[in-house]
């Protein structure tokens, strides 16, 4: 199976959703509603929320904001669920699409501001991803992206770990995630540190690995992880977001 795939199908699982909750992203709606804020939505914005998983953000920035958004996530089950939760909430400034970031299929220079939380550090190809963005962003837009950062070199285990259990195949440091941005036609690119964020997730998760141990126990998982070695590897992660070696950051820039 193509990898994009891979890690799409990853995040449809029920334990990786019940692991991370609605939200997959550190900081969840709080966080999403700050960086919706340094981009400066309002209710005239058309957003495209990039890599949208069930779309939790999705609705959120609608309500909160008042803009009209479309998320796009290449999960179809995903996005399947989204268009529920979304008719469940009764918005209508939604829209939800199949789609891949590397090669968004709608015009160019339509979205004001273009969201992508925790979904950057998983594309292959981020110059290609970097130029589909820039391409569907109007002049003077802004895009908002929150995300992983690996600041140096990652013990090879813990590499390989990260791939395993989150799927972070390609996290980047700052100057990494800048060039990228600016190659694409960015500018005024700023980073937010949000490492406590990412801590508070990692000590959620831990929290929700009981619960699905008792789940696995009662039969109502199968899964195919090693909760023990899942549980150290948390470990061994939140000991290189203590160091700052990785961490978690807002990312704005506009074209
Ligand atoms: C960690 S989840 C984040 C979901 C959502 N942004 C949130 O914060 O709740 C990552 C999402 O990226 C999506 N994804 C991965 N690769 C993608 C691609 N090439 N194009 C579009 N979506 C992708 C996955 O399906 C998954 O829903």
């Known amino acids: ?33 700050e960086l919706g804020e340094k981009i400066f939505l309002k209710k005239e914005s058309k957003v495209l929320d990039l890599a949208c998983g069930i779309g939790t953000s999705t609705i959120f920035l609608a309500k909160e904001f008042g803009c009209n958004v479309t998320g796009l996530d290449l999960g179809q089950k995903n996005i399947k669920i989204a268009k529920t939760n979304s008719k469940n909430a009764e918005i209508n400034k939604i829209d939800f699409q199949v789609g891949d970031a590397e090669k968004i299929k709608l015009e160019s220079e339509i979205f004001d501001q273009i969201i992508c939380e ?20 109007k002049k003077g837009g802004m895009i908002g992206i929150s995300d992983i950062v690996i600041r140096g070199d990652l013990p090879v285990m813990l590499k390989e770990a990260l791939f395993q259990f989150i799927c972070v195949l390609e996290a980047k440091s700052e100057q990494e995630y800048e ?27 831990k929290k929700r690995l009981f619960a699905a141990e008792l789940l696995i126990g009662l039969g109502k998982f199968k899964i195919e992880f090693d ?21 978690y950051v807002l990312i704005t820039g506009t074209k």
């Not at 990786?16 to 909750?21: A, D, E, K, N, V």
């Open 1 to 33: 199976m193509d990898i994009k795939q891979c890690c799409a199908d990853f995040y449809q699982n029920d334990l990786i959703r019940l692991l991370f909750g609605d939200s997959m992203h550190p900081g969840g709606l709080g966080l999403t509603k």
């Open 227 to 247: 909760i023990a070695k899942i549980k150290k590897t948390l470990q061994e992660i939140k000991t290189c977001v203590e160091t700052g070696l990785v961490s």
């Open 118 to 137: 925790c979904a950057f550090c998983l594309f292959p190809n981020k110059t290609k991803t970097s130029q589909e963005i820039f391409r569907v962003t």
């Open 179 to 205: 060039h990228y941005l600016q190659s694409a036609g960015f500018s005024n690119i700023q980073f937010y540190d949000k490492k406590d964020y990412l801590l508070r997730l990692i000590d959620d998760i």
